[in-house]
């Protein structure tokens, strides 16, 4: 069955740094990957989504990269700010076949930046 | 506000309850799904309806029943559940099943099985 591993359950950093995702899967071949952010007490939120064909996709300090050689996938935040404290999870899908409709979640990196 | 709203927020239930969560959305997506999420695992993907037809059951024991009445809402049925069914239930709503922009998710029932 598919497996998604993301690099680790917590992730701190400074103020002002990158913070660097690590999602990586196995047995699976997905048509694209998400990665979606969540707070506390609250469902999961949309941020980027980057497919099989793309190598790179950026939205605003948000940087999202795939290799679908290394089945691995990094998402960036630059400038990090207190505010973009949250779990942050990375999601697989494809866009036909039996598995359409289907979207494997990781259990999520729990990322604090302190001032 | 994400445009799926759940109720309730909050659900306390003893193993013999029957209660239903309520999802409503109306961003005009064709399909919408249920997922399961318990502390330190990933979200379990429970159901999914494509334009009101169940397209997936997740080996979801019979204890969890959906409902889809029409596009814009879905139902999660529970009785007799167990102590191990309480987590956070989300509802999530796409444009299609490709999902290619990505799930709206509503802010979840916390669900407790005393």
Known sequence: ?115 | ETGVTQTPRHLVMGMTNKKSLKCEQHLGHNAMYWYKQSAKKPLELMFVYSLEERVENNSVPSRFSPECPNSSHLFLHLHTLQPEDSALYLCASSQDLAARYGYTFGSGTRLTVV
């Not at chain 1, 506390?40 to 999202?64: D, Q, T």
């Open chain 1, 1 to 115: 069955s598919q497996k998604i591993e993301q690099n680790s359950e917590a992730l701190n950093i400074q103020e002002g740094k990158t913070a660097t995702l690590t999602c990586n899967y196995t047995n699976y071949s997905p048509a694209y990957l998400q990665w979606y952010r969540q707070d506390p007490g609250r469902g999961p939120v949309f941020l980027l989504l980057i497919r099989e064909n793309e190598k790179e996709k950026r939205k605003e300090r948000l940087k999202v990269t795939f290799d679908t050689t290394l089945k691995q996938s990094l998402f960036h935040i630059t400038a990090s700010q207190p505010a973009d404290s949250a779990t942050y999870l990375c999601a697989l899908g494809t866009a036909a076949g039996s598995t359409l409709g289907r979207l494997y979640f990781g259990r999520g990196t729990q990322l604090t930046v302190w001032p």
